[in-house]
């Protein structure tokens, strides 16, 4: 009897770890994307800035490194938790993956008008 207590406890506390990895991961993606969302919303204002997009391509190679531990870690965990489980990371990666998207392809749209003028200045 003890073993199974102490077996369920485990899997309980390894599921509780899991969880705790994940919210940071995702909130650590979310500051990051607060971040590049308030620096391009300068450049949309003020004009572009290359050494900012320059910056916020390589934190977006960085941050595409944290998303897919992001996306393997709640895969792992849905497929192996329960519906329950499914029912709370299924759309707060979704949420986090329609977030990053958006992000990435206003990062990616922005380096591109930068470097058509940096090629019409040659």
Excluded at 46 to 61: H, N, T, W, Y
Excluded at 63 to 71: C, Y
């Amino acid at each position: 009897v003890t073993s199974r207590a102490e077996e369920w406890l485990n899997l309980l506390l390894d599921y509780q770890q899991q969880m705790q990895k994940l919210d940071e991961q995702i909130k650590e993606v979310n500051g990051w994307i607060d971040g590049a969302e308030v620096k391009m919303d300068e450049i949309d204002t003020q004009g572009p800035d290359d050494s900012v997009l320059k910056v916020l391509r390589a934190e977006l190679e960085l941050t595409k490194g944290k998303m897919e531990e992001v996306r393997s870690l709640a895969h792992e965990l849905m497929s192996t938790r329960g519906e329950n489980c499914q029912a709370q990371v299924g759309p707060r990666v979704e949420q986090l993956d329609s977030r990053f998207d958006t992000i990435s392809q206003r990062i990616t749209s922005g380096l591109t008008a930068a470097s058509s003028r940096e090629l019409e200045q040659y």
